[in-house]
T-cell receptor, first 110, second 114 residues
Framework: AQRVTQPEKLLSVFKGAPVELKCNYS??????LFWYVQYSRQRLQLLLR??SRESIKGFTADLNKGETSFHLKKPFAQEEDSAMYYC????????????FGTGTKLQVIP | EAGVAQSPRYKIIEKRQSVAFWCNPI?????LYWYQQILGQGPKLLIQ????????DSQLPKDRFSAERLKGVDSTLKIQPAKLEDSAVYLC????????????FGQGTRLTVV
């Protein structure tokens, strides 16, 4: 069975500090990993996916198959980064049978 | 472009009553998803449609939940009868196709069962 674990419910950092939101997964095959973000009073939206290997809003995430992790990182946090972040996994690529983690609330302190 | 539309935004019902949610996906999107998000948890996929056919409903409690997507456009999700544990936000999402294209989410319907 596939599972996504986000160990932190809340992560508070000061503006300008580095951010790392942790995500670990359990899946026997080759998954596709995503990060979704939900800003206050807004819809859930895709932030980035590992196959794109791109940086969105300064965030990056590298898939580490050895550690089964897909941590989200940003070198310098900004106040507008405050939001709920969800890590998600799809076993067969695309958006089929996507499993979400429980989410981490990022709070950037001015 | 217009986003995924859902209604109602909020609904409060008593247990054992029935309720229905409506979703209008982005025009041209073939794939439609319904998710259930219980407070403190991530979204859980209930059912996925490709056009008007069901692709995956393995996590849909079929004894009380039903969903349809007539004509491959709008969709409704129904709960009958509702239980207290059905209290959650129900999210609808759509994508052009299920592989390698972004899914766009609606605002969700917050259901409270009392």
């Amino acid at each position: 069975a596939q599972r996504v674990t986000q160990p932190e419910k809340l992560l508070s950092v000061f503006k300008g500090a580095p951010v790392e939101l942790k995500c670990n997964y359990s899946y026997s095959g080759s998954p596709e990993l995503f990060w979704y973000v939900q800003y206050s009073r807004q819809r859930l939206q895709l932030l980035l996916r590992h196959i794109s290997r791109e940086s969105i809003k300064g965030f990056t995430a590298d898939l580490n198959k050895g550690e089964t992790s897909f941590h989200l990182k940003k070198p310098f946090a900004q106040e507008e980064d405050s939001a709920m972040y969800y890590c998600a996994l799809s076993p067969s690529g695309g958006y089929q049978k996507v499993t979400f983690g429980t989410g981490t609330k990022l709070q950037v302190i001015p | 472009e217009a986003g995924v539309a859902q209604s109602p935004r909020y609904k409060i019902i008593e247990k054992r009553q029935s309720v229905a949610f409506w979703c209008n996906p982005i025009s041209g999107h073939a794939t439609l998803y319904w998710y259930q998000q219980i407070l403190g948890q991530g979204p859980k996929l209930l059912i996925q449609f490709q056009n008007n056919g069901v692709v995956d409903d393995s996590q849909l409690p079929k004894d009380r939940f039903s969903a349809e997507r007539l004509k491959g456009v709008d969709s409704t999700l129904k709960i009958q009868p509702a239980k207290l544990e059905d209290s959650a936000v129900y999210l609808c999402a759509s994508s052009l196709d299920p592989k390698y294209t972004e899914a766009f989410f609606g605002q969700g319907t917050r259901l409270t069962v009392v």
